[in-house]
């Protein structure tokens, strides 16, 4: 069965940093695109930011200049570096991985900014 296992998330003040992880032990990441989404409370999901077998980043507006999106393949991980973070930003985080019709999630990680 695919798993995704997302970590790094936590509690946070606004203006601070987390690096969240997205890790896919048992596909053949290469060949997928990656996706983060969040959830705010109360909130539908909305997608955060992407990045395609070739590389190639794709963001949220509200996100653009602070949040920055990067894979491992060997390592079948992907990373989502969060600078600046606002309240706004505050939520479940899941990855997603998504090849043809083959789509898989994770089962998120927590993410807290506030004063």
């Known amino acids: 069965q695919v798993q995704l296992v997302e970590s790094g998330g936590g509690f946070v003040q606004p203006g601070g940093s987390l690096r969240l992880s997205c890790a896919a032990p048992n596909i053949t990441f290469r060949f997928y695109s990656i996706s983060w989404y969040r959830q705010a409370p109360g909130q539908q999901r909305t997608f955060v930011s992407s990045?395609?077998?070739?590389?190639?980043?794709d963001y949220a507006d509200s996100v653009k200049g602070r949040f920055t999106i990067s894979r491992d393949n060997p390592k079948n991980t992907v990373w989502l570096q969060m600078d600046n973070l606002k309240p706004d930003d505050t939520g479940v985080y899941s990855c997603?991985?998504?090849?043809?019709?083959?789509?898989?999630w994770g089962q998120g990680t927590q993410v807290i900014v506030s004063s």
């Open positions: 990045i395609n077998i070739s590389g190639w980043t």
């Open positions: 997603n991985a998504l090849r043809g019709g083959l789509e898989f």
